[in-house]
């Protein structure tokens, strides 16, 4: 059963980078049909799909984010990371990782996901 | 602000059944996008229960059942537990924003 641990720093200063990484332990990220995927829930708000990449590199990004977001992988590390550029307190969330999955582009859908981690924005 | 609307919260009585509305447009559910379905409890992980409109992956109970009808999508809880309080979001694609879209969130709370 894979199982997906996000990690990195709590507190991130107005215009710096956000970097998370999503380790993916007990199961394959190279599975043909299995993309990687990072979402984001800011306090007392829902869920928000931030972008996703698949086993071979490619990306795909929520175009409101597009600028600001770099997510890439390392299959052999078996883990991938999300960048977020010149962030602003709207960035505070709980960010998650998941896999993103199922064989078809546009239905796919998100299982499972990591405990998710508070990112602060906040000088 | 999320194209998929839910209502903020549903309740109802230990065994009785509720239902979860997802309601989108032509540019997401109407386009025939699949709807996936999200049991949440805060500071829990996010659980998978209903994925490509109607269909419960292993060790999701069969009180949980899905349908899509146009634009809209449903989302069914029968034999209301204490344990389903929870939020509840759908999830399809939205081809005019062209991404993975959430709905609003569902509360809800066994009374």
């Known amino acids: 059963q894979v199982r997906l641990q996000e990690s990195g720093p709590a507190l991130v200063k107005p215009s710096e980078t956000l970097s998370l990484i999503c380790t993916v332990s007990?199961?394959?990220?190279?599975?043909?049909?299995?993309?990687w995927g990072w979402i984001r829930q800011p306090p007392g708000k829902g869920l928000e799909w931030i972008g996703s990449?698949?086993?071979?590199?490619?990306?795909s990004y929520i175009p409101s984010l597009e600028s600001r977001v770099t997510i890439s992988l390392d299959t052999s590390k078996k883990w991938f990371s999300l960048d977020l550029t010149s962030v602003t307190a709207a960035d505070t969330a709980v960010y998650y990782c998941?896999?993103?999955?199922?064989?078809?582009?546009?239905?796919?859908?998100?299982?499972?996901w990591g405990q998710g981690t508070l990112v602060t924005v906040s000088s | 602000q999320s194209v998929l609307t839910q209502p903020p919260s549903v309740s109802g009585a230990p065994g009785q059944r509720v239902i979860i509305s997802c309601t989108g447009s032509?540019?997401?559910?109407?386009?025939?996008?699949?709807v996936h379905w999200y049991q949440h409890l805060p500071g829990t992980v996010p659980k998978l229960l209903i994925y490509?409109?109607?269909n419960r992956p292993s060790g999701v109970p069969d009180r949980f059942s899905g349908s899509k009808s146009g634009t809209s999508a449903s989302l069914a809880i029968t034999g209301l537990q204490a344990e389903d309080e929870a939020d509840y979001y759908c999830?399809?694609?939205?081809?005019?924003?062209?991404?993975?879209?959430f709905g609003t969130g569902t509360k809800v709370s066994v009374l």
């Open positions: 998941a896999r993103h999955t199922g064989t078809v582009t546009r239905m796919r859908w998100f299982d499972p």
């Open positions: 007990a199961g394959s990220m190279t599975n043909n049909g299995y993309y």
């Open positions: 990449i698949s086993y071979s590199g490619s990306t």
């Open positions: 032509s540019s997401n559910i109407g386009a025939g996008y699949d």
């Open positions: 490509g409109n109607t």
């Open positions: 999830q399809s694609y939205d081809s005019s924003l062209g991404g993975y879209v």
